[in-house]
């Protein structure tokens, strides 16, 4: 069964500062990850996304993740933070059952940016 | 590419009336759309998965008599909550996939008064 765990329901950053946002999964195949970002009242936006190939994903608005299949990890950064990145962020891995797939969301993490 | 809708954004209805949401890709065909629930500052719940032509498969716990799906085409899903209780009131978001990559709706806020 696959699941994904995000450390961190909060995290506080200053603007310009590094953003990172940790997320480990657990599968018994090879997963297909996702990050979502979510701004209040809306639905979510995909970021990202790990299937195969090239471990270090780059994504929309400055952000990045690398696959570390070793730690089980797919942490979500960005170098700068800005204000306009405050928001909720999910990270998802696909699961399997039979031959349906759906995805298992992690418990999502709040970013608050700070001036 | 890959745009989601829904609609209505926000619904307020009296208890024990139907509500019927849409979801619509808008750029291209999906066979398999999801619909979940979003409680206050939490995670998605996944309801159900709709699927082009067939009958939709329900999570555990979820009623389907209640929560009713029909994907009739390949670009347009609903999602009728019949007889609203207050309980019901919360955040839809429907998703719509490609491959193994989910393209989700901007939600659909229902209150039941």
């Known amino acids: 069964a696959q699941s994904v765990t995000q450390l961190g329901s909060h995290v506080s950053v200053s603007e310009g500062a590094l953003v990172l946002l940790r997320c480990n999964y657990s599968?018994?195949?090879?997963?297909?990850l996702f990050w979502y970002v979510q701004y209040p009242n809306q639905g979510l936006q995909l970021l990202l996304k790990?299937?195969?190939?090239?471990?270090l994903v780059k994504g929309i608005n400055g952000f990045e993740a690398e696959f570390k299949k070793s730690e089980t990890s797919f942490h979500l950064t960005k170098p700068s933070a800005h204000m306009s990145d405050a928001a909720e962020y999910f990270c998802?891995?696909?699961?399997?059952?039979?031959?349906?797939?759906?995805?298992?969301f992690g418990t999502g993490t709040r970013l608050q940016v700070t001036l | 590419g890959a745009v989601v809708s829904q609609h209505p954004s926000r619904v307020i209805c009296k208890s024990g009336t139907s509500v019927k949401i849409e979801c619509r890709s808008l750029d291209f065909q999906a066979t398999t759309m999801f619909w979940y629930r979003q409680f206050p500052k939490k995670s998605l719940m996944l309801m159900a998965t709709s699927n082009e032509g067939s009958k939709a498969t329900y999570e555990q716990g979820v009623e389907k008599d209640k929560f009713l799906i029909n994907h009739a085409s390949l670009t347009l899903s609903t999602l009728t909550v019949t007889s609203a209780h207050p309980e019901d009131s919360s955040f839809y978001i429907c998703?719509?996939?490609?491959?193994?990559?989910?393209?989700f709706g901007p939600g659909t806020r229902l209150l039941v008064l």
């Open positions: 599968s018994s195949v090879p997963p297909y």
């Open positions: 998802a891995v696909n699961t399997y059952t039979g031959t349906a797939s759906k995805l298992t």
């Open positions: 790990y299937t195969t190939g090239a471990t």
């Open positions: 998703s719509a996939r490609v491959g193994e990559t989910q393209y």
